[in-house]
């Protein structure tokens, strides 16, 4: 298996980078996200932007606003470009985004 992913998915702080995620997951706005990110994905989606640390972050696909609350907080520096056709359908709108 190659190296990076082997350091990106370290066994032994996945525990405790689960438990950092879902202490941050449990205060999500929108308790129903059906048709939206569910846990697993918004787990990966913690262990990537951890791991990248970007400055930007482009959204495409809003829909609700959960995933981009998320991301908010995992990645509180980053500036916000968020994309979808019908933005009339957010419950959560970020200040620190951009919507288009």
Not at 33 to 40: A, D, S, T, V, Y
Request: with cysteine; glycine share 4%.
């Amino acid at each position: 298996m190659n190296k990076k992913i082997i350091d990106f998915i370290n066994k032994k702080n996945i525990y405790a980078d689960f438990k950092k995620f879902y202490n941050i997951y449990k205060k999500r706005p929108i308790s129903n996200n059906e048709n939206g990110i569910k846990i697993e994905h918004a787990f990966y989606l913690f262990l990537v932007i951890k791991k990248l640390k970007p400055k930007f972050i482009i959204e495409s696909g809003v829909f609700a606003g959960q995933s981009t609350w998320l991301m908010e907080k995992f990645c509180p520096q980053a500036k916000f470009f968020c994309f979808d056709l019908n933005l009339k359908k957010i419950k959560y709108k970020s200040k620190k985004a951009k919507y288009f």
